[in-house]
């Protein structure tokens, strides 16, 4: 399954490793991404492989140290102890020495184990939310459909994506519903509704959650990123506005969405 895309480029299946890999420039990876949209093979392909590399991390771990290494730490540092009461220490040992094998024992002796550090699926996420919106504004294609009628872009969604969005209008808030776009910023495609806030840009993403939250400010390559909670989603709202401009627009649709049935 192939698509064409007004980039210029054809984009098929084969491409997913690329994709995956990250070795897609900007164009490409939009044109792909739009390939997703039609063929659930690679749709499914790609969540696969990211699970595969998640449990992969997640299972790179150092080695607890066994018992025949503790009993040999030990033994070495009763020796070193009992050497260091006589007068004379014995030649070759040094008290750094000591000290690397005291940190070891305390390491053993806790079966801790550790870890390589890897992002969480949030972080995941809000990483995929920002780059879906930089790809956009630099390929110039920020709205799929365009309109300032909430019930022209709504609907637009119904079989493209799963998640239902609430679109709200907030023109009389300074900030222009301007239309949608559909974008996958990890392994699905999701809404993205596009508002203005003077010469910036504002796309919101939603997406299933329960429970509310106040809104959490994160800096991010540039971009004011504002999440979120409330009305059975999780909201992120990424800009190259300032930070009070996305605390303003959050208010505001928050506001809003509050009075909506």
């Known amino acids: 399954m192939s698509v064409f895309e007004p980039t210029g480029f054809v984009m098929d299946c084969d491409a997913l490793h690329l994709y ?9 990876a939009i044109a792909f991404e739009k ?11 790609l969540a696969e492989f990211r699970e595969i590399r998640r449990r992969m991390q997640s299972d790179l771990t150092r080695p607890a ?25 014995p030649r070759g040992w040094d008290w750094r020495k000591l000290a690397i094998a005291a940190g070891i024992v305390a390491m053993a002796s806790s079966g801790t184990t550790y870890y390589l550090e890897q992002p969480s699926e949030d972080a995941l996420w809000t990483e995929g939310l920002v780059m879906a919106h930089e790809r956009a504004m630099l390929a110039g294609h920020e709205i799929d459909v365009v309109s300032s009628n909430r019930h022209t872009v709504k609907p637009w969604f119904s079989g493209k ?34 508002y203005g806030a003077g010469p910036h840009v504002i796309s919101l993403y939603m997406r299933p959650a329960s429970g509310d939250s106040g ?44 009075t909506m049935p």
């Open 20 to 28: 995956f890999d990250g070795e897609l420039d900007t164009m490409a």
């Open 35 to 45: 390939h997703l949209e039609i063929c659930a093979q690679c749709r499914a392909d």
């Open 65 to 89: 140290a066994s018992d025949l290494l503790r009993q040999r730490i030990a033994a070495e540092m009763h020796d070193a102890t009992e050497a260091d009461a006589r007068p004379v220490r």
């Open 161 to 194: 994506t799963t998640v239902a969005p609430l679109v709200v209008d907030l023109g009389d808030a300074g900030f222009p519903l301007i239309g949608g776009r559909l974008d996958v910023p990890v392994d699905r495609a999701m809404p993205a509704i596009i």
């Open 215 to 258: 809104p959490s400010l994160k800096k991010i390559d540039g971009f004011s990123v504002l999440s979120w909670r409330g009305n059975g989603f999780e909201y992120t709202a990424v800009t190259d506005a300032d930070g009070a401009e996305a605390g303003a627009f959050q208010k505001a649709f928050a506001a809003k969405a509050a």
